[in-house]
């Protein structure tokens, strides 16, 4: 199921159809981040977007998370076009961080706790290769950091990761009304992860450690 359908639903059952968010798109894309002294980049899907920055932003380091698409072919690609399945990007959160304040792995360890690393159609309700997991990796230490954790995740529950390592890639910000969607439309942004069955999943998955929580407070600590 398409998550704008999902949506609408809920929104219709809530009484909160007023006001949605026009499908059409933005002109202006997102600033792009501004790059310190001391900045990197790093670039993950995991479904819904609007549902992964919200994590990241959480931890002490990350300084910017932008929404946007990766992994196609599609130059310049709209949310129409990507939520339609034809470019071959994937939804992603592209995060800006201090590596001196927070780690790579870090990085890793909350992408994994809020991804369901076993499905290979998508993410949770949101169905098709637009909503794929996956590590999108720039040099060799991402990819030697990326493959390690997956290889740890595969012996911890003793079967095969479908989240995919892939190659960077170009990276298009999403339209304006997709950033901090979570901070600008807190009730929708609620029942649509509670709708799509997110948490609940991810829950059975990771127990207590679902959505990196726990890697947040320990990381935030020091």
């Known amino acids: 199921m398409r998550r704008w359908t999902l949506f609408i639903l809920l929104a219709l059952g809530a009484g909160f159809l007023v006001g949605l968010p026009e499908r059409t798109v933005s002109a202006d894309r997102a600033a792009p981040p501004v790059a310190g002294a001391a900045s990197a980049t790093a670039v993950f899907a995991g479904g819904c977007f609007w549902c992964m920055?919200?994590?990241?932003?959480?931890l002490v380091g990350v300084t910017q998370t932008l929404s946007g698409y990766s992994?196609?072919?599609?130059l310049n690609p709209t949310y129409e076009q990507v939520s339609?399945?034809?470019?071959?990007h994937a939804e992603v959160v592209q995060i800006t961080y201090d590596p001196s304040k927070v780690s790579y792995q870090q990085l890793l360890d909350v992408f994994w706790r809020n991804v369901d690393p076993f499905d290979a159609g998508g993410q949770f309700c949101d169905r098709g290769s637009q909503y794929r997991s996956a590590v999108f990796v720039a040099n060799a230490s991402e990819r030697q950091a990326a493959e390690a954790s997956k290889a740890a995740l595969e012996q911890r529950f003793g079967r095969k990761i479908?989240?995919?390592?892939?190659?960077?890639?170009?990276?298009y910000a999403a339209e304006d009304y997709h950033q901090n969607y979570?901070?600008?439309?807190p009730l929708r942004y609620r029942y649509y992860r509670g709708g799509c069955g997110r948490d609940n999943r991810l829950e059975a998955v990771w127990g207590d450690e679902a959505r990196g929580e726990q890697v947040v407070a320990a990381r935030n600590q020091h």
Do not use: M, R, S, V
């Open 53 to 58: 920055e919200k994590p990241f932003d959480e």
């Open 182 to 185: 979570y901070q600008k439309n």
């Open 84 to 88: 339609a399945g034809t470019t071959g």
């Open 162 to 171: 479908a989240t995919q390592i892939l190659p960077d890639a170009k990276f």
């Open 71 to 74: 992994g196609g072919q599609k």
